[in-house]
Antibody, heavy 117, light 107 residues
Framework: EVQLVESGGGLVRPGGSLRLSCAASGFNFSISSMNWVRQAPGKGLEWVSSISSRSTYLNYADSVKGRFTISRDNAENSLYLLMNSLSAEDTAVYYC??????????WGQGALVSVSS | EIVLTQSPGTLSLSPGERATLSCRASQSVGRTYVAWYLQRPGQSPRLLIYGASNRATGIPDRFSGSGSGTDFTLTISSLEPEDFAVYYCQQFGSSPTFGQGTKLEIK
């Protein structure tokens, strides 16, 4: 069974930084493309970033480009999102998502990031 | 960026009725790269339809998808109580985008 478990969420002050982690299990993580998708309170889904299986291709939404960095450790079956220069607009639940040819077929339970003074 | 516009924003129907949800893209999208997701309150989204018309694993056959180019449709043939939720369309080309969602509520 595919499992994606996010951690590292919490309350951070504007301008601060936070690093999210996602522990993957139940599938061959090292050959899977992965994504971060976020959802602000009461709002829709927003794709944030993607990373190919060997970290060759990285992609970011314009809203986070230059502030967020996606990375992965295939030996540890882990996905990361380093978030810098956070603002209130970044407040959201952040989902770790597996990417296949079918689309985003597996989602974690999400990690809440709250940016507030 | 490809913008996806879903309509209606909210759809009020009764169990047993047929639901038709629309997703329009700002430019043509290959069918392979169109998906639909369901999100129930307090839950993570779940893949429903991929490749515009293929049901994901475990999805009942009352759900169907169709469309091509810029216009895509999700149809639920006969609504069950658990179908009342929010539905999102997505294109997952080079930079994925989601529609703003359609909330399907009980009338």
């Amino acid at each position: 069974e595919v499992q994606l478990v996010e951690s590292g969420g919490g309350l951070v002050r504007p301008g601060g930084s936070l690093r999210l982690s996602c522990a993957a299990s139940g599938f061959n993580f090292s050959i899977s493309s992965m994504n971060w998708v976020r959802q602000a309170p009461g709002k829709g889904l927003e794709w944030v970033s993607s990373i190919s299986s060997r970290s060759t291709y990285l992609n970011y939404a314009d809203s986070v480009k230059g502030r967020f960095t996606i990375s992965r450790d295939n030996a540890e079956n882990s996905l990361y999102l380093l978030m810098n220069s956070l603002s209130a607009e970044d407040t959201a639940v952040y989902y770790c998502v597996r990417d296949t040819w079918r689309g985003f077929d597996s989602w974690g339970q999400g990690a809440l990031v709250s940016v507030s003074s | 960026e490809i913008v996806l516009t879903q309509s209606p924003g909210t759809l009020s129907l009764s169990p047993g009725e047929r639901a038709t949800l629309s997703c329009r893209a700002s430019q043509s999208v290959g069918r392979t790269y169109v998906a639909w997701y369901l999100q129930r309150p307090g839950q993570s989204p779940r893949l429903l339809i991929y490749g515009a018309s293929n049901r994901a694993t475990g999805i009942p056959d009352r759900f169907s998808g169709s469309g091509s180019g810029t216009d895509f449709t999700l149809t639920i043939s006969s609504l069950e109580p658990e179908d009342f939720a929010v539905y999102y369309c997505q294109q997952f080309g080079s930079s994925p985008t989601f529609g703003q969602g359609t909330k399907l509520e009980i009338k």
